[in-house]
């Protein structure tokens, strides 16, 4: 049987990030070692590619997940981001089931993009990839769509491009609607980190990079 034509052209967004599908991620923790602490939420973000070479976002997912045995959870922590990790409307799972059930969708992307993997998108990526690497790990998750190290620093991409580190000022410099009050939970900065990668990449795109023909 032939297979149609759409399917056998390499599509876009694989030829762009060298067969690396960008998928944007925020975890909210219970500290910074991704060791010892507890990862309390995930989400994720699947970008596209439109037929002018765009980015864009298709769909996201989002996981409440409940501290693995011995976890430690910093009280300070919990002050920052607002969880109550004892509310039972949290529905809060395992952090094992959690991961399997965000990366589905995602493996399901790479496949119908032709992509190799996924790669990262965060900001100061290397916090959350660090804990979803140690989760998955916990997990014993033998097929994690991502690459183990490299990622896509939206705090370093932003700080070339827009002279801003932090996501909400950058975001503003974005001119993308920020509100502090709905920060730290891992969908909306999710979201708004993935409408900061789709500004930073597009503009780049205007601006003469690739395609650079």
Not at 14 to 28: A, K
């Amino acid at each position: 049987m032939d297979m149609p034509e759409e399917l056998l052209q390499p599509s876009l967004i694989s030829q762009r990030f060298r067969g690396f599908l960008p998928v944007v991620i925020d975890v909210e923790t219970g500290g910074f070692n991704s060791g010892t602490d507890a990862l309390l939420e995930i989400a994720a973000v699947i970008l596209e590619m439109d037929s002018q070479g765009y980015l864009q976002i298709k769909e996201s997912f989002s996981k409440n997940i409940e501290p693995f045995p011995g976890a430690i959870v910093e009280q300070s922590a919990l002050e920052f981001t607002g969880i109550d990790i004892y509310d039972p409307e949290r529905n809060a799972e395992d952090e094992g089931e959690a991961l399997r059930e965000i990366f589905q969708p995602i493996r399901r992307e790479i496949t119908e993009t032709g992509c190799t993997r996924a790669v990262m998108v965060a900001h100061n990526a290397h916090f959350d990839l660090g804990f979803v690497n140690a989760a998955v790990e916990r997990a014993q998750i033998k097929r994690n769509p991502f690459h183990p190290f490299s990622c896509f620093d939206t705090s370093s991409l932003s700080g070339l491009a827009l002279g801003q580190t932090v996501l909400a000022k950058a975001c503003q410099a974005a001119k993308i609607d920020f509100n502090n009050q709905d920060a730290h939970h891992a969908l909306y900065d999710t979201t708004k980190t993935a409408e900061l990668f789709c500004t930073i990449v597009n503009r780049w795109k205007d601006l003469g990079g690739w395609p650079n023909d």
